[in-house]
């Protein structure tokens, strides 16, 4: 069964935990940030890099598929939307928030820039060595506050319903399920 970090969905022969969980957070707020991120506010930084990881992360997930000799086919068909909505902005907001109150400001302004930084890295990365090369918390911030704060401030829901939505989660399911 595949967890979420508390979701299940379905049977396969591979198991997501903290990790997968820990990955998912971190592509609900990351992109690449256009030159003039100076003019930028937090929250329009962190949905550019959001936008950014997000996809590049569907794209990790497809690549693993394709290691493990799924078909990766369904899933590039069933990508979800990694744009943001006033949904998304209000849960971004809410996690900015926390994490300013948990450190401080100019630790997530640090965090963002490293985020920015990694995401060209991300263009063949593995899920797996994603996890050794992802920790952008800011100073203050623990991975299980964090992962808190991404599931109180709904930013961990926004995207497993849009993997839902878009059939990307029964697509994965799918696509694994000959392995």
């Not at 990790?19 to 957070?25: G, N, Q, R, Y």
């Not at 899933?75 to 900015?96: H, K, M």
């Amino acid at each position: 069964m595949i967890f979420l970090n508390g979701y299940g969905f379905g049977r396969t022969r591979f198991r997501f935990g903290k990790s997968f969980m820990k990955h998912l957070i971190f592509a609900a707020l990351v992109a690449s940030v256009p030159a003039v991120a100076f003019a930028e506010t937090r929250l329009e930084r962190l949905e550019t890099i959001s936008e950014d990881m997000t996809d590049a992360m569907y794209n990790a997930m497809i690549r693993m598929v394709e290691k493990q000799g799924g078909n990766p086919e369904p899933l590039r068909s069933a990508i979800p939307s990694s744009e943001w909505d006033d949904t998304f902005r209000n849960a971004g907001a809410c996690v900015l928030d926390k994490y300013i109150s948990a450190s401080s400001g100019s630790a997530v302004d640090e965090m963002l820039d490293k985020m920015e930084a990694f995401i060209p890295e991300m263009a063949e990365m593995d899920l797996d060595a994603l996890g050794d090369e992802t920790d952008f918390l800011p100073e203050g911030v623990s991975e299980d506050y964090s992962i808190s704060v991404n599931q109180d401030c709904g930013m961990a829901d926004v995207m497993l319903d849009r993997m839902e939505e878009s059939g990307f989660t029964a697509a994965l399911m799918q696509s694994m399920s000959g392995n």
